[in-house]
């Protein structure tokens, strides 16, 4: 085989080879397209527009700390968007998503204290809007700051191949079932039952909080849609060591609602920064008191 024809053949299995890719990428992303009840990024990219009392926003510190049914027994009808490990930079995200989607929303409640601490994004839960990078131009835009961008938007199957583990084969297949997760249960909210009375380890906050400018662009959004914006710092432990962190929040952000301090008994904690569902009920009660 002389170089020119061997040349011609490497050409030739590159073609193939990104051809294939496109299809892989195409079949995937369609999945992905098919189910809202896998996890909450599907259920916004694939539900019909809903009109929105409560929309709950933020890391597990609200996810696990709003009771929707609390919401839903008061003839609000209300949605916990908060996800396990999520930053600003995902919820900020989150609400450009249930807009784009027509979504209607009166009232926004978010989570804000830990995450002010970085603009970056959470590298677990960012992965679950890739499959929607070409669909919608909310999360095209979320994404085209991050160094990355160029290869796993331009490059097909790349996304798929490189997070295989978050948004792989495993995962369209469970899409492509409709199977139902329980991360859409009991309206988003994520129960925690144990606590450790008398042996709760200390939070320790060792770093500081920053302006932020996702923090900055959803109270601008809700501005500018007419959404009333409730920003929250939700209960910490007794025992949290740098509780000062919450001073300087309200320092950089004094709209922010301290409610840090509402519960510190150990029995109403899983675990030292996050409640458990009796002190997530009591908790919520307050908030529908104060707001609703």
Known sequence: ??????????????????????????????????????????????????????????????????????????????????????????????????????????????????????????????????????????????????NDFDAIYYIPFYRYLKFDTKIGFREIFFYALNKKSKELDNGGYNALYHNNVGNMKPEVLHFQPKRNRYYEEIKKICKLNNIKFIPVMTPMCENAVGKEYFKKVNQLYPEIYNYQNILVEDKYFSNCSHMNDMGAKKFTAKIINDFF
């Open 1 to 146: 085989m002389d170089i020119k024809k061997f040349l011609f053949f490497i050409l030739k299995i590159l073609i193939l080879t990104f051809i294939l890719m496109l299809i892989m990428d195409k079949v995937y992303s369609y999945a992905f397209l098919q189910s809202n009840k896998r996890d909450k990024i599907g259920f916004i990219y694939n539900s019909p527009p809903t009109e929105y009392d409560v929309v709950i926003l933020g890391s597990s510190r609200a996810n696990n700390h709003f009771v929707t049914q609390m919401f839903t027994d008061k003839g609000l009808k209300a949605f916990n968007f908060g996800m396990q490990g999520s930053k600003l930079f995902e919820s900020d995200l989150v609400l450009k998503l249930l807009l784009e989607k027509k979504n209607k929303i009166k009232n926004v409640i978010i989570d804000v204290d830990v995450t002010l601490r970085s603009e970056e994004k959470s590298e677990g839960m960012s992965l679950r809007f890739l499959p929607y990078l070409h669909a919608s131009e909310s999360v095209k835009k979320q994404f085209e700051t991050q």
